[in-house]
């Protein structure tokens, strides 16, 4: 919203902080046409975040979206959330759990990115082997070693 002065320092825009400033307790205006809570004004703003008072929270861009996937990644992306899925209903071990956790940092890499990397993808298929006592019956399991086989080659 934007507001002017006008040349005695009184503000037109009638807002809040003209009737704070204008009331019979409130404080007489600043220099400048501000009250005590002061006069904020904005021309035009465009491709910003613009946050006021405390304990703000600011996010410039798309929140909540994921990137664009290449059917691969997409492919890979269900089967990591299936097997995080299924991990959650087998014997807890060290190595489930590494592989959990491992698992979560993919789908993260994978939403926000859309791709995971080559090493993440490596890490992921050396922890199947690890925990493929527990995994090994799993058809997610199955599902995301093969996903990771085909964009890891092999």
Same mark, same amino acid.
């Given at each position: 919203?934007?507001?002017?002065d006008?040349?005695?320092?009184?503000?037109?825009?009638g807002?809040?902080?003209?009737?704070?400033?204008?009331?019979?307790?409130?404080?007489?205006?600043?220099?400048?046409?501000?009250?005590?809570?002061?006069?904020i004004?904005?021309g035009s703003?465009q491709?910003?975040?613009?946050?006021?008072?405390?304990?703000?929270?600011i996010?410039?861009?798309?929140q909540?979206?994921?990137?664009?996937?290449?059917?691969?990644?997409?492919? $890979?992306?269900? !089967?990591?959330?299936?097997?995080?899925e299924?991990?959650?209903? =087998?014997?807890?071990?060290p190595e #489930? *759990?590494a @592989?959990?956790?491992?698992?979560?940092?993919a789908?993260d890499e994978?939403?926000?990115t859309?791709?995971a990397?080559?090493?993440?993808?490596a890490?992921?298929?050396v922890m $199947?082997?690890d !925990?493929?006592?527990?995994?090994g019956?799993?058809?997610?399991? =199955?599902?995301?070693?093969q996903? #990771? *086989?085909? @964009?890891l080659g092999?």
């Open positions: 919203m934007a507001m002017a006008t040349e005695d320092g009184s503000d037109m825009g807002g809040a902080d003209h009737a704070a400033g204008s009331s019979g307790g409130g404080a007489a205006p600043a220099a400048g046409g501000g009250s005590k809570f002061g006069n004004r904005f703003v491709g910003s975040a613009i946050g006021f008072g405390d304990h703000n929270h996010v410039n861009g798309r909540g979206e994921a990137a664009p996937c290449d059917p691969a990644y997409q492919e $890979l992306l269900e !089967a990591v959330r299936q097997l995080a299924d991990l959650r209903r =087998v014997v807890p071990s #489930v *759990g @592989l959990s956790d491992e698992l979560d940092r789908e994978i939403q926000r859309g791709r990397g080559a090493g993440r993808l890490r992921i298929r $199947l082997q !925990a493929s006592a527990s995994v019956m799993l058809a997610s399991g =199955v599902a995301v070693g996903a #990771v *086989g085909a @964009l092999g």
